[in-house]
């Protein structure tokens, strides 16, 4: 059936060329879009499949049809079109949207576009019929195509209505072609050769400029015309009496025309009508006789709107407008016919396991109760391969009251709504599905067989609820859940498996039991892993990198990772993993730990790839710690005002969304590091007590982050007794949780606060604790934040571990040493060339090739100042060009 969606339609035997028409269309090869614009019946198909057939253009053709309102459907059709041509496309994106879990249709236009780079021919996109999609998700993908489309493929929009993309963009853009009703319709010569020369029919010129003026070039009502006067005498009587506008025309018409047919192929036109493509053994069947075939040849050759969808012409459709007039007359005509002919429909494409075309003639007729055994047949299938959209549709078109009795349905379009965000209306659904699986169970009736796949049923369920209260925070009935899971899955039900202990994982992780926390998610990447999902694959890597990292784990959290990079490339997923947000996770521990490790280059590439993978996502969390990340590896970077910026933007966030505590005291204690550094201490004092931290207040590992920066602000305010107050608990607690970058951070904040006090050899002794800490996972970046304090003692800590025996290995040392020099190195060199934080700005956003007009959007200033800043940079690196002034400054560590 896929195949006669890409068919390009058939050219017929009385076609007018037009060959002005033609050279308009040849200019779309040098555009982005080429849209067709006009009413039904004016030849857009026609038009395009003859110009491609004439200048043989090679073309990927979609024929979009009514219902066409799935993206991930409407996506594998484009992926399946251009296969026809390039038989590698898209088999990364298929990964992503042939999964159970909605897919991001950025990542997969960018995976598309990256794909369509490799392509080196010229080819036309064909999407006709294109506003049978009403999906606004549809037009952002192609919205979002056309953006970077490569220069060699074109797109094609032949539709009724103009869809809601920026055409005026493009049309200012030059790269917009459009054709429309007046430029579409015949002309009183056209219509004068169509008849005379190719119909046989014979008319004068009069009644052609009579014709042109009464249907304004309208070819549908041309053909209707033509077919009316077959066989009349008064040719030119039977058009002067043609009025009205085109609607009363083309109904008149259709009169005339059926008033023509035998009363046998009058009643096979109306009665096929209810079908949207058909075939001589689906007519057959639901007109109980056997000579379709003839009938449906005898109609093409009679020019009867009969359009074949494939190459060997065994499924045919009626042109649109036709076969909505001929369904009119229909249901005027015999109600009762038009509802056993669905039923009769129904039956033939279930039989033929077309069960999507079967599920639509019950829905017409709302035969509800058939459509939801057939969906039972097929939803499990449709869920594994995203077509998520279809599963909602038809969960709000069928009523609640025979939804809620069939346990299957309820559990795939629960997890859908889960994932929606609509909780109050899955959960009962999914109480529902649990009742009636038990009832089964416990039935004696229920035959052995179908009790095993009830309890397998009730396993799914139990993982669909763990995933609903996972969503809500309510770790104790996740566990029940999950434990429910365990009980009725077998081992093969992987994906199934992985869920739930992925939410075992997180569950025992909110209860505070870490190691039981931790254990679970290995076991969930090791079930994810089989299943293949990559959701589920990043989903439980992320979650165990990060509580890794939380606990100072940071050499495993980040080879777990890079496994993960390692696993998705050895299996073809590499391009994934950069387009795909959910890996946006991955991408940011690994930047945290690089900046911590002191490679800071790495560790900017890492966060910006994570920060674009996210930033445009509903995914609120993930866009928090990549905003967090990216704020202190700009810092690390040297870049202070990127990193406030960034802090700015991760603010913004914030006020709109509630987040997890820890998140929360990481910004907290950041911002306050921010701020002392700004040496802006009152602001830093009104902010603390605006979060509520206080001298004598509760600590937790959940709000040690915020507690380790209040020390640091008493530190600076010469509030020692109470700083020491609050870093003895945090390191009671640490040490009791073993959470290793958290006693790095307190030891060395001892260490300042010794040195300020005059203690040397207790601050040099607790930055030898600090660094025997930091050793073994290579944490060197937090001894670079207060090197105008700790240089006065870091030549004595180097001798002692030179000299006497520490647990500081001379490795960590070395790299600690390297790092501080290239840190005062470049430090030194914005010294030198006395670049102001604008012009630092400026210079990196013009190593990214940024225009003026992208660098003053970026920094919220003017086209000028922007100009200015450039023209301070030439003199200050003494070059006079952009790219010199790029390479300058990339030679010079200044980016």
Known sequence: MLLTKLHIPSLGKNLIQRSYLFKKLNEGLNRKLILISAPAGFGKTTLISDWINEYKILTAWVSLEKGDSDPVEFLNYIIAGIQTISSEFGQSAMMLLNSPDKPNYKSITNLLLNDMLQISQNILLVLDDFHSTDSSEITKIIADLLECIPNNIHIVISTRSDPALLLARLRSQQQLVELRSSDLGFSANDIYVLFNKKLRIGISRDDANSLETKTEGWIAGLQLTALSLQERKDVSGFIQDLNGDNRYIMD??????????????????????????????LCNSILDRNDSQIIIEKLENNNLFVIPLDSERKWYRYHHLFADLLKQKLLLKDKTLVENLHRKAAKWFEDNEMYDLAIDHTLVIKDYVKSIQLLERVVENMWKNGLHSAISSYGGLIPHDVIKYNPEFCLYYSWILINHGEIQKAEPLLKFAQKITNDKILDKITKKKEVENYIKLQGKIAVAFAHLYSNLQKPEIILDYCQIAFQNLYKEDTLWLGWAWNSKGIAELNKGNIRQGIDALIIALEYAKKSGNLYLISSAASSLSYHESIFGQYKSAYKRCSDLLDFMKEKGYSEIAKAEWTYAGIFTMMSVTECLWADFDKALKSVETAYNLCKNEKNITQKIIALLAYSYILHAHEDKTGAVNKLNELEGVLKQFKISPYIITTYVGWKIYLLIEASQLEKANDFVK??????????????????????????????????????????????????????????????????????????????????????????????????????????????????????????????????????????????????????????????????????????????????????????????????????????NQLI
Do not use: W
Request: aromatic share 10%.
């Open 690 to 891: 605006e979060c509520g931290l206080e001298i004598n207040g509760e600590i937790s590992y959940q709000n040690e982050h915020s507690y380790l920066n209040f020390a640091r602000l008493l530190i600076v305010q010469y509030q020692f007794d109470e700083a020491t107050s609050i870093l003895t608990k945090i390191f009671t607690l640490a040490s009791t949780g073993g959470r290793i970058e958290t006693l790095v951070q307190v030891e060395i904040l001892y260490t300042i606060l010794n040195i300020m006090t005059g203690f040397q050899n207790k601050a040099i002794r607790s930055l030898i604790a600090a660094m025997e800490y930091a050793a073994d996972e290579d944490l060197i970046n937090y001894f670079l934040f207060d090197l105008t304090t700790t240089n006065k003692i870091l030549g004595e800590v180097y001798k002692i571990q030179a000299t006497t025996q520490t647990k500081i290995p001379k490795t960590f040392i070395d790299k600690l040493k390297y790092a501080i020099n290239k840190k005062q190195n470049r430090v030194k060199n914005y010294a030198n060339f006395e670049l102001s934080d604008r012009e630092l700005e400026t210079l990196k956003l013009i190593a990214q090739n940024l225009t003026n007009l992208e660098i003053a959007d970026k920094l919220f200033v003017s086209v000028n100042t922007v100009k200015t800043h450039l023209k301070n940079i030439y003199i200050k690196l003494d070059v006079n060009s952009r790219s010199k002034a790029a390479t300058k400054a990339k030679k």
């Open 252 to 281: 008149y018409l259709i009169e005339e025309v059926l008033k023509i047919q035998l009363d046998d192929i009058k009643e096979f036109l109306l009665q096929t009508s209810i079908l949207e493509r058909f075939s001589a053994s």
